[in-house]
């Protein structure tokens, strides 16, 4: 499990920017007249800016991938560790600006099957909902200069953490890429799942409610319940990261969202 390296990061204070992100598109609902399809579309960007920088993270990560002990490893990760004895693991740390910790070039192919690997899934995912929902029309959104705002909002936020738990700290030089990796692929695989269930159980009830009143009334109980399961699914996912990189007493969900290397960063 990644371990807490800053005390005052610890508690609701911490969580705190990560809540505000995430009331974005509660206010977007409630008050920018935003729909389902451009409610997916700001989760699809936010867990992909997600996915990219802690990617970019996984660069700089020192720490050896060890598979010993390990049920599941990512992928582009072998038996050794790594995805093979090429050429890229024959290269001495790059470094690409000076303020910043050197990139290991032995981390690419890791970082590349794992990005493959997570953009396959949200576009499915994605690709989903707006065929459904969105009649394969909510790119339509990112016209609307407030959408296009929370937009970057979201993806500033995910590189402002990194700074704030990653780089600040320098967790990079004891944590391996796959530590790195394991979280935004697991947040990835939990929430995108979560979300499709939920969209399917609302779907389900739906049917019987519209037999039960009228057309209007249906509409708005189908909406409320996904706007409200979303939102609870999302808050609840992103409470379990962040007490999985900073708590030393995680819940379950924290747990189930904690990378699975007890060796790469051990103290």
Request: net charge negative; with cysteine.
């Amino acid at each position: 499990m990644i371990r807490p390296r800053r005390s005052d990061a610890d508690g609701l204070a911490g969580f705190a920017p990560v809540l505000a992100t995430n009331l974005l598109p509660v206010a977007g609902v409630l008050w920018l007249g935003w729909n389902l399809s451009t409610l997916y579309l700001f989760y699809w960007v936010d867990l992909l800016a997600l996915l990219v920088v802690y990617a970019g993270c996984s660069l700089f990560a020192q720490g050896k991938i060890v598979t010993d002990g390990r049920r599941v490893r990512l992928p582009g990760i072998g038996e050794d560790g790594y995805a093979g004895e090429g050429w890229l693991d024959q290269l001495r740390p790059i470094t690409v600006h000076g303020r910043l910790p050197p990139v290991y070039p032995r981390n690419v192919g890791v970082v590349a099957m794992s990005l493959v690997f997570g953009l396959v899934f949200l576009t499915f995912g994605y690709g989903l909902l707006d065929t459904l929902l969105g009649g394969g029309r909510s790119m339509v959104a990112l016209q609307s200069p407030m959408v296009l705002g929370s937009l970057f909002v979201a993806a500033g936020s995910h590189v402002y953490e990194a700074h704030q738990r990653y780089f600040e700290p320098g967790r990079y030089e004891s944590l391996s890429p796959q530590t790195v990796l394991d979280v935004p692929l697991r947040v990835v695989a939990v929430l995108g799942s979560a979300m499709l269930l939920w969209m399917g159980i609302t779907l389900f009830s739906a049917f019987f409610i519209a037999t039960a009143v009228s057309s209007e009334a249906a509409t708005a109980a189908f909406l409320a319940m996904v706007y409200g399961g979303w939102f609870a699914i999302k808050i609840g996912v992103e409470w379990g990261r962040f007490s999985a990189e900073q708590s030393t007493d995680p819940g379950w969900l924290a747990r189930l969202m904690a990378p699975e290397d007890p060796h790469s960063d051990a103290e």
